[in-house]
């Protein structure tokens, strides 16, 4: 079994209306039930907008503190779930799934061994 991130992307600005929310929401609490049956299921949570992240780099015996996202973009990432399947194609199956329920990008990517 491999483990496997599934970032959520999102767009930058207010959250959705919560009548389009709720049911993408609802769905998306059915789909984690699914992966979590099947035993796929690790760990999910949703993050904060970027706007409340704080980035710490080091410069030399220093290290700089900055409000803010660590880059700029239209886009952010928005929420992760993390599984343990077979391969990267029960990986990418349930990366289709939560793609079809939230429409948003969904990226698949291995942990290291």
């Known amino acids: 079994m491999s483990q496997y991130l599934l970032s959520i992307y999102q767009p930058d600005g ?51 503190v900055t409000d803010g996202p660590f880059t700029e973009g239209k886009e952010h990432l928005g929420g992760f779930t993390i599984i343990d399947v077979e391969d990267l194609e029960a990986a990418l199956g349930w990366a289709r799934e939560m793609a079809k329920v939230i429409t948003l990008p969904i990226e698949v990517r291995p942990f290291r061994d």
């Open 14 to 64: 207010p959250a959705p209306a919560p009548e389009v929310l709720e049911p993408i929401m609802r769905d998306l609490d059915t789909l984690n039930k699914e992966m979590k049956t099947a035993g796929a299921w690790v760990f999910a949570a949703g993050l904060q907008p970027a706007g409340t992240a704080t980035v710490l780099r080091a410069q030399g015996d220093e290290v700089l």
